[in-house]
């Protein structure tokens, strides 16, 4: 079902239509898979375009338990890597688990063996009391669990998750090639999972580190693209800029950022790590990540803006109320602005303490139970002056005029942001967003494409027309996609000439439970679907890789 919808005032909803899931299929994406011996042939309806060659790769968990023992979070399961390939209107199918070190021991040992996001990995029973104390004491062990998005470096492909691993895959075969610690390689400590990556294959990303007197920091790298001697990028990687950390001890949760020709956007949100029982209560008491993270509830969110190419810190204090931040959408320069779109949960609660599967797998009533105490979404446009004139304290420095967003200097020299809403819904999001993004990242644009939560169920897909607010859905009952995949036709004329990849699941519709769907990045109308017979579990993101 395809529907199309005019703004009806600033604020654009999905029109009060509520599709409800009392079925609970949406349980179906949690619900551990069996790799592939090799690849399967999909049924394919519709017509896929000849235009459209290469593969569809992405991350997801794929075992959600070792033997008896489950995994807690939705960011717990194992890595399950996925592809489905495109060559002459076919389409084949593909998985494999990522060999990382967490599932090597974990299959090895038939229990969970590195402790992940909500679940604590326990001493092995095997072992007697005095071996099992001593390993409380032996330090944390970082996750290696790749299974929040993959990415080029150079020549090579990597899954990764946010810690300092990521690990290295060969995109035809899907074999797991070998783990490498960023850590290494650069002063950071993690690194997100959603690296900004330049047309000319320079690679750009944020981590917190420690930086002077030994207080908190965050540091942009820079990883080069492949230069003629073929030396591995990673060898080469470099701290572009540090940013200065709000609370010296206790570093944000950082999961993307923004990017433009001249300049890089970190929003510096009120979900704190704290150190201290990340590195002591860890070890003594059997914690997990979550376990670690706290809100700050006065800090409100601070924006922190460098200059790109000369790696030097703009001297200027943006602040604004509190949200989570996952996801940048676009970031771009005019006039003297930088105008920063982001899809936003309001309120400085943590977000992810609504992800537990216990929660994603209730039943409909419960499922909306629970959202409606969580934050609820909102996609925002914020609008940063790059230069002030004290005399104009206590006015909007914003003079652009196709935003209603403002940027107010107050006496303090600090400059107070509020937001132009461009989406809004009652327990609806707009998340996973995408762009055309190889020729509109950091530049004006048009249109966003994004998965539409329905109290945290993913139930519908969307277009957004950033600047009239009109959207454009795709929504069938009973069905489940992904994160929306921009493919870009190779001799494309206007911005949102290709197509949209997404995966859904649909159980209980016929014997194929799964397919691939394409749609026209036009209108969001079906444009053919790839059927499979086997389960798909969630996954997260991913990317179009080219033949």
């Known amino acids: 079902m395809l529907y199309y919808e005019m703004p009806s005032s600033c604020i654009m909803g999905y029109s009060g239509k509520q599709v409800e899931h009392p079925a609970g299929g949406y349980k179906k994406l949690f619900e551990t898979a069996e790799e592939l011996s090799s690849p399967v042939t999909a049924h394919v309806t519709g017509r896929v375009p000849t235009w459209l060659r290469g593969s569809l790769l992405r991350c997801g968990p794929g075992l959600f338990e070792v033997g008896a023992e489950p995994f807690y979070h ?8 996925h592809k489905f390939d495109f060559k002459e209107g076919h389409v084949t199918y593909h998985r494999r688990f990522v060999r990382t070190d967490a599932y090597v021991r974990a299959m090895t040992e038939k229990r969970i063996v590195i402790t992940e996001f909500g679940t604590y990995a326990y001493p092995d029973p095997c072992k007697n009391i005095f071996s099992r104390f001593f390993s409380y004491f ?12 993959v990415y080029p470096i150079g020549e090579d492909y990597y899954a990764c998750t946010e810690t300092n691993f990521i690990t290295r895959i060969n995109p035809e075969t899907l074999e797991t090639v070998k783990q490498v610690d960023l850590c290494k390689y650069v002063s950071v400590n993690g690194a997100t999972a959603h690296p900004h990556i330049e047309n000319d294959g320079t690679v750009y990303n944020i981590g917190n580190c420690f930086g002077k007197n030994f207080a908190l920091a965050y540091n942009i790298i820079r990883i080069p693209p492949l230069q003629a001697d073929k030396e591995d990028p990673i060898n080469k990687s470099e701290v572009v800029v540090q940013f200065p950390c709000s609370d010296r001890f206790k570093p944000s949760y950082v999961h993307s950022f923004g990017l433009t020709e001249n300049y890089i956007v970190f929003v510096e949100t009120p979900v704190k790590i704290n150190l201290f029982k990340f590195l002591s209560a860890w070890s003594l008491w ?3 990540y979550m376990d670690c993270f706290e809100s700050n509830e006065t800090m409100g969110v601070w924006l922190h803006v460098a200059e790109k ?3 030097r810190l703009l001297n200027i204090k943006y602040r604004t109320s509190a949200f989570n931040l996952f996801h940048h959408i676009n970031t771009y320069e005019d006039n003297g602005f930088l105008i920063v779109d982001l899809c936003t949960w309001k309120g400085f609660e943590f977000v992810y303490n609504y992800l537990y599967l216990a929660n994603l797998r209730a039943n409909w009533d419960e499922v909306k139970r629970q ?3 969580a934050p609820q979404p909102e996609v925002r446009r914020y609008v940063l002056p790059l230069t002030f004139d004290k005399a104009n304290t206590g006015k909007n420095l914003v003079t652009l005029p196709y935003t ?3 940027a107010t200097l107050r006496s303090d020299e600090t400059i107070w942001l509020e937001p132009e809403v461009i989406f809004s819904g009652p327990r609806h999001a707009f998340e996973f967003p995408q ?4 020729k509109y990242c950091g530049k004006p644009y048009t249109y966003a494409y994004g998965l539409g939560l329905n109290h945290f169920v993913p139930d519908k897909l969307c277009k957004l027309n950033i600047k009239t607010k009109e959207t454009w859905v795709w929504q069938e009952p009973d069905s489940y996609p992904s994160e929306p995949i921009f493919v870009s036709h190779p001799d494309a004329l206007e911005e949102d000439d290709g197509v949209v990849l ?11 439970p799964a397919y691939l769907l394409i749609l026209s990045a036009k209108d969001m109308s079906e444009v053919a679907r790839a059927e499979v017979e086997v389960n798909i579990p969630v996954t997260f993101h991913g990317m179009f890789k080219r033949a």
Do not use: C, H, M, R
């Open 74 to 81: 939705l960011f717990d399961g194992q890595a399950l890597l």
């Open 138 to 149: 032996k330090g944390v062990e970082v996750t290696d669990n790749a299974l929040v998005n």
């Open 286 to 288: 059997g914690t997990n």
């Open 309 to 311: 190419k000369k790696g």
């Open 371 to 373: 959202a409606e105490k």
């Open 404 to 406: 209603t967003a403002t």
């Open 435 to 438: 762009i055309n993004y190889k």
């Open 502 to 512: 997404s995966i859904v699941i649909s159980p209980g519709v016929g014997p194929k």
